[in-house]
């Protein structure tokens, strides 16, 4: 089951961020202009490897 969409904290409220969902299994990327629109899915390693090349930026 997935669960809400959730937008960061930082979000200056100006609609220019993404929003993300999680399962056991994945992760769901969106853009938080356009919730009809496209979603991308990563896998728990793929969000994982991505994350920590941020940390490292």
Not at 18 to 39: L, Q
């Amino acid at each position: 089951m997935w669960s809400q969409w959730r937008r960061s904290s930082r979000s200056n409220g100006a609609g220019n961020c993404v929003e993300v969902a999680a399962s056991a299994v994945a992760f769901r990327v969106r853009d938080s202009k356009n919730a009809a629109g496209p979603e991308l899915a990563f896998s728990d390693r793929a969000m994982s490897a991505f994350l920590a090349d941020l940390k490292r930026s």
